[in-house]
């Protein structure tokens, strides 16, 4: 994930505060398919094209539907979560979400090298 937020003139990665926004950790990088025990249900009707259409993409990554679905279905909240303007913070989360703002930004070469890049497009 490469999403960048710039807020009071630093640039965060929003995985580094997520888990502390929404006490859940982003998938990147984890199977979380496969992780742990399944054990909570989630159940859907779905038209037989819908359900071919979905075979046929989690065929095209090796994936079963269910695994296809879950990785999908996670993102998509995930970024749905993201996309938020306006978070609503109890004290003490608030609190470390501005410690994580006040953190020491970490070296990052890979982002430093792209930066340094005109864009393709300029």
Same mark, same amino acid.
């Given at each position: ?25 982003? #998938? ?6 496969? %992780? ?12 037989? #094209?819908?359900? #071919?259409?979905?075979?046929? /993409?989690? #065929?095209?990554?090796?994936? !079963?539907? %269910? ?9 998509? /909240? ?9 978070? %609503?913070? !109890?004290?003490? +989360?608030?609190? *470390?979400?501005?410690? /994580? ?5 970490? +070296? ?7 930066? /340094?890049?005109? *864009?393709?497009?300029?």
């Amino acid at each position: 994930m490469l999403t960048l937020v710039a807020l009071q003139g630093k640039i965060l990665y929003i995985y580094q505060i997520y888990n502390i926004m929404f006490n859940y950790p982003v #998938s990147e990088g984890i199977d979380m398919t496969r %992780s742990a025990t399944r054990t909570a249900p989630i159940n859907l009707r779905a038209l037989d #094209s819908q359900r #071919s259409l979905i075979d046929r /993409a989690a #065929s095209v990554l090796g994936k !079963n539907r %269910s695994d296809f679905m879950l990785e999908i279905a996670c993102r998509e /909240a995930e970024n749905v979560l993201l996309d938020q303007r306006l978070f %609503s913070l !109890n004290e003490a +989360d608030f609190d *470390a979400f501005m410690t /994580a703002l006040d953190a020491p930004i970490k +070296d990052n070469p890979a982002l430093r090298n792209l930066m /340094a890049h005109k *864009a393709p497009w300029e």
